[in-house]
T-cell receptor
Framework: KQEVTQIPAALSVPEGENLVLNCSFTDSAIYNLQWFRQDPGKGLTSLLLIQSSQREQTSGRLNASLDKSSGRSTLYIAASQPGDSATYLCAVSTGANSKLTFGKGITLSVRP | ETGVTQTPRHLVMGMTNKKSLKCEQHLGHNAMYWYKQSAKKPLELMFVYNFKEQTENNSVPSRFSPECPNSSHLFLHLHTLQPEDSALYLC??????????????FGPGTRLLVL
């Protein structure tokens, strides 16, 4: 059974810092890995999707990497801003039904 | 806005009530999903529909009954719920079910409280 782990559960950094959020998964037979952002009381917004054949994806100040063999992904946020404060969830797709298995998320707080 | 709307946004119901959650997507997608997000637990997939046909039921109790009348609408009918069913229920859609996976677009969720 696939399990996704995100540690730590919460992170607080000062504005301007570059930071890395980690995600690990137990079964390397994945189709893709996605990073989502969730603001309090709201749904999820897709940030980046990395196919199993890819190593990384970039969007603006965000860069996500995937090491399928070791079961790890990182989300790099450059020059963090208070508006980046949110919960970041990692999810892996492990079936033809596009079934996503989620981690519990990392709640990020960027202090002004 | 992601193009996926959910109503109501908040719902309080007793254990003997019957209610329904509604999801509508304006993206022309063909796959729709229901997820449950409980406090301190990972998001859990409940149901998947592809071209109106249910393709996944993730061992969900029968007190939750999904309905997908067309590719744009998805309902979750609730009856005789338990307090532990209190959670945020999220709907999502994607273009279709593809082996390589598809980006899923989420609605804002319905916050459900069962008393």
């Amino acid at each position: 059974k696939q399990e996704v782990t995100q540690i730590p559960a919460a992170l607080s950094v000062p504005e301007g810092e570059n930071l890395v959020l980690n995600c690990s998964f137990t079964d390397s037979a994945i189709y893709n890995l996605q990073w989502f952002r969730q603001d309090p009381g709201k749904g999820l917004t897709s940030l980046l999707l990395i196919q199993s054949s890819q190593r990384e994806q970039t969007s603006g100040r965000l860069n996500a990497s995937l090491d399928k063999s070791s079961g790890r992904s990182t989300l790099y946020i450059a020059a963090s801003q208070p508006g980046d404060s949110a919960t970041y969830l990692c999810a892996v797709s492990t079936g033809a039904n596009s079934k996503l298995t989620f981690g519990k998320g990392i709640t990020l707080s960027v202090r002004p | 806005e992601t193009g996926v709307t959910q109503t109501p946004r908040h719902l309080v119901m007793g254990m003997t009530n019957k209610k329904s959650l509604k999801c509508e997507q304006h993206l022309g997608h063909n796959a729709m999903y229901w997820y449950k997000q409980s406090a301190k637990k990972p998001l859990e997939l409940m149901f998947v529909y592809n071209f109106k046909e249910q393709t996944e039921n993730n061992s969900v109790p029968s007190r939750f009954s999904p309905e997908c009348p067309n590719s744009s609408h998805l309902f979750l009918h609730l009856h005789t719920l338990q307090p532990e069913d209190s959670a945020l229920y999220l709907c999502a859609s994607s273009q279709a079910l593809h082996p390589d996976g598809e980006t899923q677009y989420f609605g804002p969720g319905t916050r459900l409280l069962v008393l």
